[in-house]
């Protein structure tokens, strides 16, 4: 058995073929690629009895991975992040059977490591000398240093008010990086002309190259594998460009294609902020495709992307699993980050708290039941985002003594 059963690459509008091994974008219709693999072989010769048996990482799927040699993996030991129960948050929102698949734990503090070891482990396999993209924070940071781990280049541009820590981790790798008065795909533009004038750099902003989804994916793998090969009844999770719940409804169909889950499929719930809401717009108008806000501003950087290339793919997942797609405020987001940690101990991102405020609005409004298993994805750690905390503390003199707590 090959570590990789890679196939190809489909045009997700048309279904055009495309040749797997070569340096890939978007395809001809200007659609992002999919990735897809002989599962008959897979099935054959894999068992999940054989995968438990593997190494802790995301890498234990390295047949639906489209990495074809174990010799060209980049790694920092992403994957098999904890799917942590959050009682207390559960009894607070009314949903006992409360989940967090929380990605805070991986290499450089966001689910975006997942993406950045696949899609460079691929670029590098296939030749590629350098990497290039616009990025809200996150996305830029993981591939800077993945990138840096392979012997690579890296050419990252970000909007002037990303975070500044992940500005400091591209420099800490050594990548060129830029800062932009803009939105993200003002900084795309930048990229796309700078990737034009320059030769061996790939561009890998979000969908327009076919190997960052595929790490993503496996979240959806390890969700399964955690819950012993079965689905919950409930995802949600934070939604910009759409990579994250796009790679978890496409693992989805290829394990059941696989038989390594049943038939039923959990409700994929697509979470945004206020501020920014193209897909939730799109969902209420029971549209295929979104629209751009005329302004897109939220605290939740992560998910500021007002037209997603993918965001026709992102309202399929929703509609096929019969999910949701909901906006929260940036005060609610902030209110649950906070209830979280006092609640059950864990310090998560703004992109993922908002998952954890939407799924109050669910609860309350019907569509999430008491009984339901539900999963929340927390993208990142809270401590990349110390700007959500106000320190509003007392200062008190070296002698002068902690006063009494104020009792009730």
Request: overall charge negative; glycine content about 10%; proline content about 7%.
């Given at each position: ?7 190809h ?10 040749d797997?091994?070569r340096?890939?974008?978007?395809s001809?219709?200007g659609?992002?690629?999919l ?5 008959d072989r ?8 054989d995968?438990a ?6 890498w234990?799927y390295?047949?639906v991975l489209?990495?074809?040699s174990?010799?060209h993996?980049?790694?920092l030991?992403?994957?098999m992040?904890p ?17 967090m698949?929380?990605?805070g734990?991986v290499?450089t503090?966001s689910?975006k ?5 696949v899609?460079?482990?691929?670029a590098?396999e296939?030749g590629?000398?350098?990497?290039a993209?616009p990025?809200?924070?996150?996305a ?13 280049k890296s050419l990252?541009a ?12 591209c420099l800490?790798a050594g ?6 008065d ?7 533009k930048?990229?796309?002309?700078a990737?034009a004038?320059r ?8 969908l ?5 989804l595929?790490g ?12 012993g090969w079965r ?16 790679g ?9 294609e ?17 501020g ?5 717009d799109a969902f ?5 495709e ?9 605290i ?12 026709f793919l992102v ?8 999910g ?8 609610q987001l902030?209110?649950?980050q906070r ?8 310090f ?9 405020a ?5 609860r309350e409004g019907?569509?999430?039941?008491e009984?339901?298993?539900?999963v ?10 110390p700007?959500?905390?106000?320190l ?7 002698t002068?003594?902690?006063?009494a707590?104020?009792?009730?």
């Open positions: 058995m090959s570590f990789s059963s890679l196939s690459l489909e045009c997700s509008r048309t279904g055009e073929r495309v797997a091994d340096v890939a974008g978007t001809v219709a659609a992002p690629l990735a897809r693999y002989d599962l897979v099935r054959e010769t894999v068992t999940p009895q995968i048996a593997r190494r802790p990482d995301l234990r390295h047949e489209p990495v074809r174990p010799e993996v980049v790694t030991g992403e994957g992040t799917l942590l129960p959050t009682p207390n948050f559960g009894k607070h929102a009314g949903v006992p059977t409360l989940l698949k929380d990605e734990l290499p503090g689910f490591a997942r993406g950045a070891a899609g460079v482990s691929r590098a296939l590629v000398r350098g990497v993209m990025t809200n924070g996150n830029g940071a993981a591939w800077a240093l993945y990138a840096a781990r392979a012997g690579m990252i970000m909007p002037n008010d990303a975070p500044s820590i992940t500005m400091k981790e800490s990548a060129e990086l830029y800062r932009v803009g939105l993200i795909g003002d900084a795309g930048l990229v796309a002309a990737v004038e030769g061996g750099y790939q561009e890998t902003s979000t327009k190259e076919p190997y960052r595929e993503k994916k496996t979240m959806g793998y390890e969700i399964a594998e955690q819950l689905m919950p009844d409930v995802i949600l999770y934070p939604t910009g460009g759409g990579v994250g719940i796009i978890i409804y496409k693992a989805l169909l290829e394990m059941q696989l038989g390594w889950i049943g038939d039923k499929l959990p409700r994929l719930v697509a979470v945004q902020a206020e920014c809401a193209p897909i939730v209420a108008r029971g549209a295929r979104s629209e751009p806000p005329a302004e897109a501003r939220t939740a950087f992560g998910i500021t992307v007002p037209k997603a290339l993918g965001d309202l399929d997942a929703v509609y096929a699993t019969d949701t797609a909901i906006a929260v405020s940036d005060e902030l209110a649950a209830t979280l940690t006092e609640l059950d101990g864990t998560i991102c703004p992109e993922g708290a908002a998952c954890f939407a799924l109050e609005q669910l019907g569509q999430v039941a009984g339901d298993e539900v929340v994805l927390n993208t990142g750690a809270g401590i990349k985002y700007e959500t905390v106000e509003d503390v007392p200062m008190l003199g070296r002068e003594p902690i006063p707590p104020i009792s009730g």
